[in-house]
């Protein structure tokens, strides 16, 4: 691992994740070690792809763009460079990969619109990703690394369309079935950490929990708050913003809140009565469980 990647991996100068990898095995490195069949990822594409421990559980996320020169980079909104580097600096022993973190007066920001690319593709600037459509209403964009006014707006627009986040629904206690994540799970692609345990819960139908979006009155409390039904847990909530008009019509409402959860599926039926610390909440959406791929 280049050390000069430590160096400039410095926290608080930029906003999310940034790491070029060069080198013959950067592709097979990151193929062998996470969830994504990556091996084939050509230049002026990107795939998303998650880190998990041996239990199937969330660790780490990243978009993965490949340029025109054949480097190879990790790119993140929502997370620094640092802790991902140094879990790729676990698993290098011999392959042939130096990483570098090129700019760190630039960051990676969500964007939520089309920016004119077709998904899952990427246009360069000054040899590296300029801009990256993740899918065809979200994309990210590489600027200079002022630092952004928190924006409430984003938030609950993220929110509403269930993009999981690092630390809220991209974190430890959850598998990627239960936070939306299936399609950047390949099943089938060879041996990496997880997987077994990833396999088991579709054979064996082991997803006990489902991304949901919930409402509730009041001011947004802070998440992660845990949710009950009756005085059984049932779950999380993982991320809050405000809300002021209903999702689905626009119309104003009263002051309340919107939020991501990860609830039992008992919990996400019709009926079902939840409750959080401030009060009852209900169901405003429950998201789809998408399959992985290689079934």
């Known amino acids: 691992m280049d050390t000069h990647a430590r160096r400039t991996a410095r926290p608080g100068q930029a906003t999310g994740t940034l790491l070029r990898l060069e080198g013959k095995d950067a592709l097979p490195l990151l193929h062998r070690i996470s969830t994504q069949a990556l091996e084939d990822l050509a230049p002026g594409t990107v795939r998303a792809t998650l880190f998990c421990d041996r239990r199937g559980r969330l660790l780490h996320r990243a978009i993965v763009a490949a340029t025109s020169d054949r480097a190879v980079w990790l790119l993140r909104p929502d997370a620094p460079t640092l802790p991902l580097l140094e879990f790729l600096e676990l698993f290098i022993f011999r392959d042939d990969v130096r990483a570098t973190?090129?700019?760190?007066?630039?960051?990676?920001?969500?964007?939520?619109?089309?920016?004119?690319?077709?998904?899952?593709?990427?246009?360069?600037?000054?040899?590296?990703?300029?801009?990256?459509?993740?899918?065809?209403?979200?994309?990210?964009?590489?600027?200079?690394?002022?630092?952004?006014?928190?924006?409430?707006?984003?938030?609950?627009?993220?929110?509403?369309?269930?993009?999981?986040?690092?630390?809220?629904?991209?974190?430890?206690?959850?598998?990627?079935?239960?936070?939306?994540?299936?399609?950047?799970?390949?099943?089938?692609?060879?041996?990496?950490?997880?997987?077994?345990?990833?396999?088991?819960?579709?054979?064996?139908?082991?997803?006990?929990?489902?991304?949901v979006r919930v409402q509730g009155p009041g001011a947004p409390p802070g998440a992660p708050f845990e949710i009950h039904a009756g005085a059984k847990s049932v779950g999380w909530v993982t991320s809050t913003a405000s809300e002021t008009a209903d999702a689905a019509t626009s119309a104003p409402r009263a002051p309340g809140w919107t939020g991501l959860a990860v609830i039992t599926h008992a919990a996400s039926e019709p009926g079902a009565a939840l409750t959080v610390e401030q009060g009852a909440i209900e169901i405003a959406h429950r998201f789809e469980i998408l399959p992985p791929l290689g079934l």
């Open 101 to 211: 973190v090129p700019r760190e007066d630039w960051s990676v920001h969500l964007v939520p619109r089309s920016v004119g690319l077709p998904p899952g593709t990427l246009r360069e600037r000054e040899g590296r990703p300029h801009e990256v459509q993740i899918r065809p209403d979200w994309a990210l964009a590489l600027a200079p690394a002022a630092a952004p006014a928190p924006d409430a707006g984003l938030e609950r627009a993220r929110i509403l369309a269930g993009l999981p986040r690092h630390g809220h629904e991209i974190a430890e206690p959850f598998t990627p079935f239960e936070v939306g994540l299936g399609p950047e799970v390949h099943l089938h692609k060879g041996c990496y950490t997880g997987q077994e345990a990833l396999l088991r819960m579709m054979t064996y139908q082991g997803v006990r929990r489902r991304l």
